[in-house]
Nanobody, 109 residues
Framework: DVQLVESGGGLVQPGGSLRLSCSASGFAFGDNAMSWVRQAPGNECELVSTISSDRSTFYSQSVMGRFTISQDNAKNTLYLQMNSLKTEDTAVYYC????WGQGTQVTVS
């Protein structure tokens, strides 16, 4: 079965850092574009970052320069390094490809 499992969320103070991980299984991880999407309460989903199979990356304007997406194909794992966190980064963060994971809560307060 295709599965994505996120981890690494938590509570952090403004200016702090977190690294999210997404463990993938059931598909050719390195051949697929992978994304991080977030949703804050009352807000629409926001595409935060994408890494393509050729390793090209996209970042939303709101996180550019603070977040870094990466992947380890040997471990079938996607990462999101989040630095200089702001209160407005508070959201549930989802790992996504053709499916979404269950999400991990990030709270900046």
């Amino acid at each position: 079965d295709v599965q994505l499992v996120e981890s690494g969320g938590g509570l952090v103070q403004p200016g702090g850092s977190l690294r999210l991980s997404c463990s993938a299984s059931g598909f050719a991880f390195g051949d697929n574009a992978m994304s991080w999407v977030r949703q804050a309460p009352g807000n629409e989903c926001e595409l935060v970052s994408t890494i393509s199979s050729d390793r090209s990356t996209f970042y939303s304007q709101s996180v550019m320069g603070r977040f870094t997406i990466s992947q380890d194909n040997a471990k079938n794992t996607l990462y999101l390094q989040m630095n200089s966190l702001k209160t407005e980064d508070t959201a549930v963060y989802y790992c996504a490809t053709s499916i979404w994971g269950q999400g991990t809560q990030v709270t900046v307060s």
